[in-house]
């Protein structure tokens, strides 16, 4: 008996599916799934990013609007970054560089990423 039960555990075993852990990772949404959940689709670029004076456990990533494509028209938001979930912060954001921004309001004009990391696509 305690042989079959080895030979059932080891075929259980061999049957499992082997692969990475993945942890918190965040899976990237398709482009009209990202256009669609977000209340702002805009193209902004980098003017600074305070760590400190912004909500509790973020950075904030002030941005100057060129074009939103999706939602109310602005001409600067703030980004939260660094939070504590690394997984969800958006891959942005580096002072001086343009990026397409799929975000979501989390009110008085402050936004979050629609999809972690994918949330912000660099342009350039």
Same mark, same amino acid.
């Given at each position: 008996?305690p042989?079959?039960?080895?030979?059932?555990? +080891?075929? =259980? =075993?061999?049957?499992?599916?082997?692969?990475?852990?993945?942890?918190?990772?965040?899976?990237?949404k398709?482009l009209?799934?990202r256009v669609? +959940?977000?209340d702002?689709v805009?193209?902004?670029?980098v003017l600074?990013?305070?760590k400190?004076?912004?909500? @509790?456990?973020f950075s904030?990533?002030h941005?100057?609007?060129s @074009?939103s =494509? @999706?939602?109310?028209k602005?001409?600067?938001?703030v980004?939260?970054?660094?939070?504590?979930?690394?997984?969800l912060?958006?891959?942005?954001?580096v002072?001086?560089s +343009?990026y397409?921004?799929f =975000?979501q309001s989390?009110?008085?004009?402050?936004?979050?990423?629609?999809n972690?990391?994918?949330?912000?696509?660099l342009?350039?």
């Open positions: 008996m042989g079959r039960l080895a030979f059932i555990a +080891t075929a =259980l =075993l061999a049957m499992a599916p082997i692969g990475v852990a993945s942890g918190n990772q965040v899976p990237e398709s009209e799934e669609a +959940t977000s702002l805009a193209i902004a670029t600074r990013v305070d400190s004076g912004c909500r @509790k456990d904030c990533a941005l100057s609007v @074009k =494509l @999706k939602g109310p602005v001409e600067q938001i980004l939260l970054v660094d939070g504590p979930i690394a997984e912060d958006p891959a942005c954001c002072i001086g +343009t397409l921004l =975000l989390v009110g008085g004009g402050v936004y979050g990423s629609t972690g990391p994918f949330g912000a696509v342009v350039k």
